[in-house]
């Protein structure tokens, strides 16, 4: 057991009278305060130094931070200090928006799980570019995943994509489309055929766009998705989102597992990799693919690389390992993505 688990973690399990999204709160903004001395320490001990290079980008290492965690930027400078090789901040929505009711965010120790039904809480496109231009590069190359607002209506959904676009783009080394939350009432429809070519035709530009998709769809849908992707220039593959089934829930945490929306961590795994072992196969390793679900040691994250995972991204097990599990997961060296010569 490390340092972290035994000793921080139960403490931030109690932040909040155990409220997991205080918990959040208290996390990032202690993170978005440490001084630049405490985070070059930070660096030194965790970060991983093996290149590899996907869709175009250059990593440091091939394990990132999944969207959710950091939605608005709040912390930035301190992700590569933890040892992450790339930051995905979002969802970010064209419209600001306070996300669904609280509680939100429920924690399933006995699972290592956890289920959000946060529904894209953030200050919007256009704050988030303010502090990404004020920011300035951090160091590591950073994803910008894009959402629906609740209030636009699904026939506008490409407009509304298009604008946060147009404000993020130029910060973004890659952008991340979510069409796959399980928590915005009729998103998930956007992965259908004729959605998502329309939104691919209006954003796939300068910069990579990849497509986040659900772990719940039949392989058939996921097929016509992926074909769409190929033909309309989406640079790869984020696999995968929560999902609602409740499969793999623990006996001790059956009574948390009635709570609506997406399912993340431990009982995610093998999901995960299945689906992301199908993109592979089915694109011909023409898609790069980021894997993400369920990564809880470094075994999770080399049996990503073995199915096909370019790179990997961690959320529910950072919080549950913390920054040991980044170092660990990014000594597991990628076999489809490309090493970079020192």
Not at 162 to 186: F, Q, R
Not at 212 to 233: F, M, Q, R, W, Y
Not at 306 to 331: K, M, N, T, W
């Amino acid at each position: 057991m490390t340092l972290f688990e035994s000793a921080v973690r139960p403490v931030l399990f109690r932040v909040g009278g155990g409220d997991a999204e205080k918990a959040h709160e208290f996390t990032l903004n202690r993170l978005a305060k440490l001084p630049g001395p405490v985070r070059a320490a930070m660096k030194a001990r965790y970060a991983v130094d093996a290149p590899v290079e996907a869709f175009g980008v250059r990593f440091p290492n091939a394990v990132g931070l999944a969207a959710g965690m950091d939605k608005n930027g709040l912390a930035l400078p301190a992700w590569p200090a933890l040892g992450f090789g790339f930051v995905e901040v979002g969802t970010v929505t064209a419209h600001a928006q306070p996300g669904n009711d609280k509680p939100r965010l429920f924690r399933l120790r006995d699972s290592e799980a956890i289920i959000n039904r946060m529904g894209f809480n953030n200050a919007g496109a256009a704050a988030l570019a303010d502090r990404l231009e004020q920011l300035g590069p951090i160091g590591v190359p950073l994803g910008v995943s894009l959402g629906k607002s609740k209030v636009t209506p699904l026939e506008e959904a490409v407009d509304d994509y298009l604008t946060s676009h147009k404000l993020l783009h130029p910060y973004a080394d890659y952008i991340a489309v979510n069409v796959s939350s399980p928590n915005t009432p009729g998103l998930r429809t956007l992965q259908d055929k004729s959605a998502i070519a329309d939104l691919l035709t209006a954003l796939v530009g300068p910069k990579p766009v990849l497509v986040k998709i659900a772990p719940d769809l039949t392989e058939p849908a996921i097929a016509e998705l992926l074909e769409v992707c190929l033909s309309h220039g989406a640079a790869g593959v984020i696999a995968t989102n929560t999902t609602l089934s409740r499969d793999g829930i623990a006996e001790g945490d059956r009574s948390r597992a009635g709570e609506s929306g997406g399912l993340s961590g431990r009982p995610l795994t093998e999901k995960a990799r299945q689906v992301v072992h199908f993109v592979h196969t089915e694109t011909g390793g023409k898609l790069p693919i980021i894997g993400v679900g369920g990564i809880m040691g470094a075994d999770d994250a080399a049996r990503l690389f073995d199915a096909g995972a370019a790179l990997v991204q961690l959320y529910s097990g950072f919080i549950y390992r913390g920054p040991a599990l980044v170092r660990a997961a990014a000594s597991v060296r990628p076999v489809t993505s490309t090493a970079v010569a020192r």
